[in-house]
C-alpha cells in the first residue's frame, strides 16, 4: 500500500480536514488545524507531502519520526499541528486496513465508557446558572466555563468579586455533586490569579485550567501551593518534551493536551503514559472537529488516567455547522447520559461525509480569535 494524495478542507466553523489517500482505495482522516492560524498549518501539511507520497501508510511511528526529525527546526504550534493530523489520517488507515478501532491496534480498551464534558457561559461568561442547569438536565455530570472576561496584570479586586459571584451562580444551580471546570484561559495574569484561586476554593471546582499563561506554569507551584482541587494545562504544549518538564516539576494535576496540535495519536499516547508514571491524569483539549474528538477518544479509551474529555457540540464557536454535521452516522459521537462507548468502527471510528465536506470547503473560513483591549488601550489576553 502507498500514499497517493493528500487533500485538505478548510471548512466551517473554523476547521482543517485532511485526507491521504492510497493506491489500494484506502483513505484517512484528519483534523491537522491552530485555531486561527489554519491556513499557516495547511501549508506545512503540504510541505509534508513529499516526504509522504509513495510511502506505506501503515509506517506510522516511523512516519511520525521521519516528519518530526527530519527537520531541523522542529516543534511548535504549527508543524507539530501539520504532523498531528497527518498522523490522525495514518492511524484511521491502518485501522481500517485492518478492520479494527486504532485503540484495538494500540491494546485494546481499559474502560467500556468515557466521561464527556461540555462549554457554557461564552467567551465573556454570562448566564452560567440557567446554562449549568441544562447541560446537567440534559445528563451531563460536568461543564467547563471561562472564569473572567479580559484582566489587566494587576487589576481591581471587583473584577474578582465579579468572577466569584458567576462561579458561585454556576454552583447554586447545579448542587455540590456536579463537576464545574473553571478555565483562566491565560487572561489572568500572576498577581490576579493567586486572589481568585484562593477565592474559588469554596465552590470545590473540578479543575482549574490554565491558571497563567504557559509561558509563566513555573509559577503555579507558588501560587496554587496547598489548594484543595487539581490544577490543569496543556492545551499550548506541543512534544512530549514540553509536558516532560511540567510532569518533573510537579506543577499540574491534570494535563490538557490537544491531538490536533501536539503531534496525534501517536504522541498524546506517550504524553498519557508519561504522566501515568507521575500519577497525573488526563483530560484531552478538545474544542474541535469530528476528526480531533474520535482521534482523542482513542487515546482516551487506551489510557488508565484519562478521566474525562472536552468536546465541542454546541460550543459558542460553532456559528452554521457543529461536530456532528461532518460525519455520515453521528450515532458513535452521540452523548447519551454524559458518556460515550468505546468507538468500535474501524479506524477513528467516524466516516466523515466527503459531499459534505466538499460543499463546505467552497465556503471556508477565515476565523480568528477575538482581538481584545484593556480599557487603557493596550492589548489583553483572549
Known amino acids: ?15 482543517l480536514f485532511l485526507k491521504i489517500e492510497t493506491d489500494e482505495g484506502v483513505s484517512g482522516w484528519g483534523e491537522p488545524v491552530i485555531e486561527g492560524r489554519a491556513r499557516s498549518v495547511e501549508a506545512a501539511v503540504h510541505e509534508y507531502s513529499e516526504l509522504l507520497i509513495g510511502r506505506d501508510p501503515r509506517h506510522v511511528q ?15 504550534p504549527i508543524l507539530m499541528s501539520a504532523i498531528a493530523g497527518i498522523d490522525q489520517a495514518l492511524w484511521d ?21 468515557m466521561r464527556m464534558y461540555c462549554w457554557i457561559g461564552g467567551d465573556r461568561p454570562a448566564d452560567v446558572g ?71 476554593e469554596q465552590f470545590h471546582p473540578m479543575f482549574v485550567e490554565e491558571p497563567v499563561l504557559p509561558e509563566h506554569l513555573s509559577c503555579l507551584k507558588e ?14 504544549l506541543h512534544t512530549r518534551f514540553a509536558f516532560r518538564d511540567v510532569l518533573e516539576d510537579r506543577m499540574v494535576d491534570i494535563l490538557q493536551p490537544d491531538i490536533s496540535h501536539c503531534g496525534g495519536i501517536t504522541e498524546l499516547s506517550k504524553i498519557a503514559v508519561m504522566a501515568e508514571a507521575y500519577d497525573v491524569a488526563i483530560a484531552p483539549h478538545c474544542p474541535l472537529g469530528p476528526l480531533t474528538l474520535a482521534a482523542s477518544l482513542q487515546v482516551d479509551f487506551l489510557s488508565h488516567n484519562a478521566f474525562i474529555q472536552e468536546q465541542s457540540m454546541g460550543i459558542h464557536y460553532n456559528v452554521d455547522n457543529d461536530v456532528l454535521d461532518y460525519v ?44 481584545w483591549r484593556h480599557e487603557d488601550g493596550s492589548v489583553a489576553e483572549w
Open 1 to 15: 500500500m502507498k500514499i497517493t494524495k493528500l487533500k485538505t478542507y478548510m471548512v466551517p466553523p473554523r476547521w
Open 62 to 76: 516511523d512516519i511520525w519520526q521521519t516528519l518530526y526529525r527530519g527537520s531541523f527546526y522542529r516543534g511548535g
Open 93 to 113: 488507515i491502518k485501522g481500517k486496513a485492518l478492520g479494527v478501532p486504532v485503540v484495538e491496534l494500540l491494546g485494546g480498551p481499559v474502560r467500556d465508557t
Open 130 to 200: 440557567r446554562q449549568a442547569l441544562e447541560v446537567k438536565e440534559k445528563g451531563f455530570t460536568a461543564c467547563k466555563m471561562n472564569g473572567t472576561p479580559e484582566l489587566a496584570i494587576v487589576d481591581s479586586h471587583a473584577k474578582i468579586d465579579d468572577a466569584v459571584a458567576r462561579i458561585a451562580e454556576a454552583r447554586a444551580a447545579v448542587g455540590p455533586d456536579f463537576g464545574i471546570a473553571i478555565d483562566f484561559h491565560g487572561r489572568v495574569h500572576r498577581p490576579m490569579a493567586k486572589a481568585l484561586m484562593r477565592e474559588l
Open 223 to 236: 501560587i496554587a501551593g496547598g489548594l484543595s482541587y487539581p490544577i490543569a494545562a496543556g492545551e499550548r
Open 328 to 371: 455520515m452516522d453521528p450515532t458513535p459521537l452521540k452523548i447519551e447520559n454524559g458518556v460515550l462507548p468505546v468507538l468500535t468502527g474501524p479506524g477513528l471510528g467516524v466516516e466523515i461525509n466527503e459531499e459534505f465536506v466538499e460543499e463546505k470547503s467552497k465556503v471556508g473560513h477565515n476565523w480568528r480569535n477575538p482581538a
